[in-house]
């Protein structure tokens, strides 16, 4: 196969890793990497991944060095890379959720708002951000670049940082105090332009996408389907959330079986007022991908 029928899939290194993969995996890809290789394989023979910091993914996506990856809103904005977004894929697993970029300062501190840091030390990783958002307020600080470790710096080593939190634990645990929340951020598809406007690399991205968005819209639902007396159908779909329902008939004709769709957190009590109600054999079904 021919170098321009191969797609350059780049692939978050670092905290987003294994939850990639995983999401990969639950689309029907088999990506597997070794120690120390940067190279992944995957079951695909149209694709070539490789796995790249998430910090510096999109300028290489904007340069055509990849066609197009995933990585945080965060990082494109921080870049300023000129990349096309093709899908949030925000989903409810470990560094796939929304996480804040906030400032903050010691609890405590003389700080309370943000004029009250002009000229003030703020360190932070996301130098472009932090600049832009002092800048559009008419706020002049010093912004210091932040190795690592930048939720300990205050009160000795920065007035203020602007750092990243999902579950503001860290926040807490470090005695800190939130002013404004600068952005909220997302895993994103992004894209090449040029691989975008090619219609045999659009189209396998887009074919990619259907995949990964159907195993998103899997991962908080499940399948339930019970056995249901035909005098009590319409009691049974009273419990059922508005979703269209499969009503099959069975070999016993007085029964039928009911199939339905449905958020995973709803079964645990919807299950005992089903069996109330007179469904029997009602069985839960993990879901793999939804495709709507």
Known sequence: MSDERKLR?????????QTTFDLFARAGFDIRVSPRSYYPSINDPEVECILIRPQEMARYIEQGVMDCGITGLDWVLETGAEVEELADLRAPWPNYGAVRWILAVKDGSPFASLDDLAGKRIATEVVGLTHRYFDERGVDAQIEFSWGATEVKPPVLAD??????ETGSSLRANQLKVLDVLLESTPRFVANRAAANDDWKRGKMDRILMLLNAAIAAATRVGLSMNVPRESVDSILALLPDSSPTISPLSDESWVDVFVIIEEERVRDLIPRLSESGARVIVETP???IID
Not at 160 to 165: E, G, L, R
């Open 287 to 289: 879901l793999n991908k």
């Open 9 to 17: 899939l780049a692939l978050p290194k670092g905290s987003l890793q």
């Open 160 to 165: 203020a940082i602007v750092d990243v939190t």
